[in-house]
Nanobody, 122 residues
């Protein structure tokens, strides 16, 4: 069974940076596109960023454009570089695998990671 494992979350001050990592199998990352979602307390899980199967294209939600960068490395790792962090970025961040065309739709996701907490202090 495919497994996605996130790491890199933690506490950071406003304006700081973190890099999240998502590690999965080469077969998973050669079959599905990869995305990051996040869920803040009391809020619904929301799409953050996605990268295509080949890593050639990316897509971001408006609130993180220019601050976050998603990338792939060596066929089994996806990163989310987060810069200029804001308090509203505080959430549990989840790695996800799914089809590119429906990647922003929660119900279309094939595999989820366990989540990693990101807390941005003001």
């Amino acid at each position: 069974q495919a497994q996605l494992v996130e790491s890199g979350g933690g506490l950071v001050q406003v304006g700081g940076s973190l890099r999240l990592s998502c590690v999965g199998s080469a077969s998973t990352f050669s079959t599905y596109s990869t995305a990051w979602f996040r869920q803040a307390p009391g809020k619904e899980r929301e799409f953050v960023a996605a990268v295509t199967l080949t890593g050639s294209s990316t897509y971001y939600t408006d609130s993180v454009k220019g601050r976050f960068t998603i990338s792939k490395h060596n066929g089994n790792t996806v990163y989310l570089q987060m810069n200029s962090l804001k308090p509203e970025d505080t959430a549990v961040y989840y790695c996800a695998a799914g089809d590119w065309r429906t990647i922003v739709v929660l119900s279309s996701i094939k595999f989820w990671g366990q989540g990693t907490q990101v807390t941005v202090s003001s």
